[in-house]
């Protein structure tokens, strides 16, 4: 793939791209680049500490224009695949004489690696107050480099809104996201089994609840040894690290609306697991699972709740389970639905214990860590030994919520995650004590 400099019928310059199979594209417009870019940045918001996330430099109209209307406590980060790859010499080149990309508000980031831009993005945010991010994708570059910002956007821009905290505009996708799976999901909602029917279905058995917490590393072995003892409840992605190690789940909960983590689970997902989703489930993983897959409404199913209204009458009685900023929360609600005695939580770490952020097998490895970057205070929760381990704004939330949620209902839980945080009010003890008690036939202490 070749560069070239060319000239458009306005009089700027515009970029030529002579592929490998001989063919040319230009990489902006060649009649009027301005226009183009005026045109390109017009819909995006221009409000408060905002910052954004351009995904494709070429010459940088777009940039230049985006900085010429937003306002000046602003970010642009600039993402780019490599250095070798970088347009910013032929930017630097073009735009000689005004300077436009010495802005002060300009990030320029260079991949590959996606921890490493996920880690700068935070740190400079939270420096500078930013609290919502909007993301452009300058198409014309993105398609010539799809693999790098198709990862970038699944690995990094997807996922960091819970570890960062932030809003990243996301939302008006996720609602279309939701509102499209539920739709695609009528008949499979339809021929599902009801699952108000399960309601106490497995009263006085035990349960694990497996979160992908690196913690899961450590007892998963014994997890495999001593299966026949429990219900094993998968929380999303936390199936590939079960699967390497020849566990297959009774039951995997999945909550998250977005295709790009089907490919987290579908591939380990076997037909004896049952499936158990919202109505707005990722529509490839329920078409794609060939066992039984059961749905429950959450409390905020809205806006797929107007898709399902019009059908209602049509369709089975559905519980609500709980959904909240982790599946590990509507994988522990299944199992107190079900009516399980004691529960156990593996591998539900609410932290990243040696700055990982995942179990072995677990695809989401590429999760971002969080704290320390912004040269301030890392985030830190406490230890099963009372240290200090780092952790997230959002899971130290989840933590106080646990504290409080698991006092109020008579089921025993306790936490076997034994690299990961403390969870107050309820028991952190090793798996194999928890083991130990129920193989006795003991009722763990209330």
Known sequence: MTFSLSISRSGDRTLLVRRADGRTVHIHSSYDPQWEAERTVEQLPADGRRGYIVCGAGLGYHIRRLLEVCPPQSLVFVIEPTARDS?????????????????????????PGLRELASIINKR?????????????????????????????????????????????????????TFVNAWDNLPAIAAAPPIDGWRGRAAGRRAVVVGGGPSLDLDIEQLAASRDQFLVIAAGSAIGALHRAGIAPDFLVVVDP????????????????????????????VAGHGGMTLFFRTPETSPAANVLDCVADNLPPAAELMASASVVVTAVDWALFLGC???????????FPD??????????????TAGGQDGREAITVEGWQGEKIPSSTVFRELLHFFAEWFTIFSVKVVNCSRL?????????????????????GDRLPR
């Open 87 to 111: 347009f910013r010499p032929l930017i630097c080149q073009v735009f000689a004489a005004d300077r436009w990309w010495q802005d002060r508000r300009l990030v320029w980031l260079v991949g």
């Open 125 to 177: 945010a939270q420096t500078d107050g930013i609290r919502q991010l909007t993301l452009l994708q300058y198409f014309p570059v993105v398609c010539l480099y799809r693999e790098f910002y198709d990862r970038f956007t699944a690995s990094v821009f997807a996922k960091t809104e819970e570890l960062m905290n932030l809003d990243y505009d996301y939302r008006r996708k996720a609602q279309i996201e």
């Open 258 to 285: 977005f295709a790009v983590n089907v490919g987290e689970v579908s591939q380990f997902l076997s037909d004896e697991v049952v499936l158990v989703v919202p109505y707005t489930a990722p529509r490839r993983l």
């Open 341 to 351: 005695s004691d529960i156990a939580l593996l591998g539900v770490d609410m932290a």
């Open 355 to 368: 700055g990982k952020s995942h179990a072995t097998g677990v695809m989401a490895a590429d999760y971002p």
């Open 420 to 440: 990961g945080a403390k969870i107050d009010g309820i028991d952190n003890i090793r798996f194999e004590q928890w083991l130990a008690a129920i193989g006795a």
